[in-house]
């Protein structure tokens, strides 16, 4: 803990489907073990806690937040005809089956700021941008659009619609938005919660016992994609003299259906990031 007293501190908040339980575990730490960052990252359900913390929520606000949580809050399924004729074509134009109306409202009414310009903790969101095939970084414009753009997930949500742009879930471009961080605040040190993709924590080859086993070596070859492009990021930010500490805690599912597990993610991040950051002991550093 001593190693990173006064120091310019980043945190960046990987993506990770409803990890947001997670990252919030994390955040209520790094709060009580006085770690005031400079600045905050995040793809997908990392965009969330980066925006929630960028925005000024404290530990109590976001936990209110995500404890009270139920599924009908977020859930906007389309009518079921509309699906059913979708597959009947084979889903040719179908963006999703959730609407993300609910999404966009519960985001508005949750973050006391609504503006990236409003901000006085800087605040770096990632998402894909289909239309024009690059990765979007925001840092201006609408807070809300950017975290939902962030976590629009294939086949759950229908893609969202920016200025006529049509985006996709940003942890599929990129996990872990560090070196983005770096460039916008130039810490001396990044703090990264990182949540493996479960491909990742798998036996070897176990994709081969599995249904479906050439989507499933895909969505392998993605997921180990994305994990080399942020070692890659890693190296990249470390030439620039930037000490990167990785937390990455082992955790329990979080579904749509089971957001009750929600409370035990966040309690195990939360335990994780005490342990690691609380003592003198060697820190998990890249």
């Not at 949580?69 to 040719?92: G, N, Q, R, S, V």
Request: glycine fraction near 8%.
């Amino acid at each position: 803990m001593k190693e990173l007293t006064n120091k310019k501190i980043g945190v960046v908040f990987s993506s990770g489907f409803f990890g947001f339980f997670a990252h919030a575990g994390c955040f209520a730490a790094l709060k009580e073990l006085g770690i005031n960052p400079v600045g905050y990252s995040g793809t997908s359900s990392g965009a969330i806690l980066a925006a929630c913390a960028a925005t000024g929520m404290n530990t109590h606000a976001i936990n209110d937040l995500l404890f009270s949580l139920k599924k009908e809050d977020f859930w906007d399924p389309e009518p079921w005809y509309k699906t059913a004729i979708a597959a009947l074509t084979f889903f040719k134009g179908w963006s999703g089956y959730l609407e993300g109306e609910k999404f966009k409202r519960l985001l508005l009414s949750a973050l006391p700021l609504q503006r990236f310009e409003d901000l006085t903790t800087p605040c770096v969101i990632v998402g894909c941008n289909l239309s024009r095939y690059r990765k979007e970084v925001f840092t201006t414009g609408s807070i809300a659009e950017a975290v939902q753009a962030s976590g629009t997930i294939p086949w759950i949500f229908k893609l969202k619609n920016i200025g006529g742009d049509l985006f996709v879930d940003g942890g599929l471009v990129d996990k872990v938005p560090l070196e983005e961080l770096a460039e916008r605040i130039n810490p001396e040190v990044i703090i990264v919660h990182y949540i493996s993709s479960q491909s990742l924590k798998e036996k070897e080859n176990a994709f081969l016992s599995k249904i479906f086993s050439p989507q499933k070596a895909y969505t392998l070859t993605m997921d180990i994609v994305r994990q080399e492009h942020y070692r890659s990021q890693i190296k990249l930010v470390q030439q620039r003299g930037i000490r990167v500490i990785e937390l990455k805690p082992t955790l329990p599912p979080v579904t749509p259906d089971s957001l009750e597990s929600g409370r035990a993610a966040f309690e195990t991040s939360y335990n994780y990031t005490m342990a690691t950051l609380g003592s003198d002991s060697a820190l998990s550093i890249w």
